[in-house]
């Protein structure tokens, strides 16, 4: 069965930086896009960008932009978001989530709380 | 790019039908018919419930259906039961590779 397994908990100073792992397994890694989604304390969901395993491509979402990367590591099917000069705003659980068929996301990881505090 | 307009509350006692509304534009919800819905409990990651607008992954109960009309999605969940009792969040391919989602609407059962 497929499974996204995601990194844990991490604390953040304003101003640096956080990575997050997603790692997928029961399935073909590179056969599907992996998105990241975060959700603030009480929000909604918010799409942040995917990445392509297969090339490494990406897209984000223009709001990100310039301050979000996403990389992957085929040999551990392993899928990683980088997001820079945090700041509170930035506190939010963030899930990678697979996208199955025709721009949905069939599975998610059970996500992965960055708190950002001075 | 505002995400989609959701009401923030919708409820119902068992047994009833309750529909959420999902609003977007000409550029998301009205393009594509790519709208999906997403079951949330508290401290629980998303479940996808509907895609393509009206389709069923395998394992969701029938009584969850899904349409569209112009700019507008809906999500209908008919014979509410205890359980449905969760956030719902619509989300749209808006595009040049990009999605949205919708505020998010919480479902009471009474």
């Known amino acids: 069965q497929v499974h996204l397994v995601q990194s844990g908990a991490e604390v953040r100073k304003p101003g640096a930086s956080v990575r997050v792992s997603c790692k997928a397994s029961?399935?073909?890694?590179?056969?599907?896009?992996l998105h990241w989604v975060r959700q603030a304390p009480g929000q909604g969901l918010e799409w942040m960008g995917w990445i392509n395993p297969t090339s490494g491509g990406t897209n984000y979402a223009q709001k990100f932009q310039g301050r979000v990367t996403m990389t992957r590591d085929t040999s551990i099917s392993t899928a990683y978001m980088e997001l820079s000069r945090l700041t509170s705003d930035d506190t939010a659980v963030y899930y990678c989530a697979r996208q199955g068929t025709l721009e949905s996301f069939d599975y998610w990881g059970q996500g992965t709380l960055v708190a950002v505090s001075s | 790019q505002s995400a989609l307009t959701q009401p923030a509350s919708v409820s119902g006692s068992p047994g009833q039908s309750i529909t959420i509304s999902c609003t977007g534009t000409s550029s998301d919800v009205g393009s594509y018919n790519l709208v999906s819905w997403y079951q949330q409990h508290p401290g629980k990651a998303p479940k996808l419930m509907i895609y393509?607008?009206?389709k069923r992954p395998s394992g969701v109960s029938n009584r969850f259906s899904g349409s569209k009309s112009g700019n507008t999605a809906s999500l209908t969940i008919s014979g509410l039961q205890a359980e449905d009792e969760a956030d719902y969040y619509c989300?749209?391919?808006?595009?040049?590779?990009?999605?949205?989602f919708g505020g998010g609407t919480k479902v009471t059962v009474l």
């Open positions: 989300c749209a391919y808006a595009g040049s590779s990009t999605f949205i």
């Open positions: 393509e607008g009206s």
């Open positions: 029961g399935y073909t890694f590179t056969g599907y896009y």
